[in-house]
Nanobody, 122 residues
Framework: QVHLVEAGGGLVQSGGSLRLSCEASGPSLDDYAIGWFRQGPGKEREGVLCISSSGGSSYYVDSVKGRFAIFRDKPKSAIYLQMNSLKPEDTAIYYC???????????????WGRGTQVTVSS
């Protein structure tokens, strides 16, 4: 059983940056793809980007390309989501999730954290 915990959310002004972390207790995350998802107010959950077990990343939202990046810290069994140039439309609860491979469909993922709130003020 993989237990995921997100951290790093908060309130930031438009144009600011945040770094979210996803850490695991239990089995190592090395063999899992880790996806970041978000759910904004009144919106459906959407896949943002994912990093495979081999380190390749996939983007699922065009608007975050060039602003968001995902990377692993294997010794810490942690995955980070670096978010720069934040916009009010990035406001959402951000979740990390684990599956054996990347994909944009949230229902494919086996393990989820509880999420961390990101609020971007204009």
């Amino acid at each position: 059983q993989v237990h995921l915990v997100e951290a790093g959310g908060g309130l930031v002004q438009s144009g600011g940056s945040l770094r979210l972390s996803c850490e695991a207790s239990g089995p190592s995350l090395d063999d899992y793809a880790i996806g970041w998802f978000r759910q904004g107010p009144g919106k459906e959950r959407e896949g943002v980007l994912c990093i495979s077990s081999s380190g390749g990343s996939s983007y699922y939202v065009d608007s975050v390309k060039g602003r968001f990046a995902i990377f692993r810290d294997k010794p810490k069994s942690a995955i980070y989501l670096q978010m720069n140039s934040l916009k009010p439309e990035d406001t959402a609860i951000y979740y990390c999730a684990a599956h054996r491979s990347c994909g944009s469909d949230w229902f494919r993922y086996d393990y989820w954290g509880r999420g961390t709130q990101v609020t971007v003020s204009s």
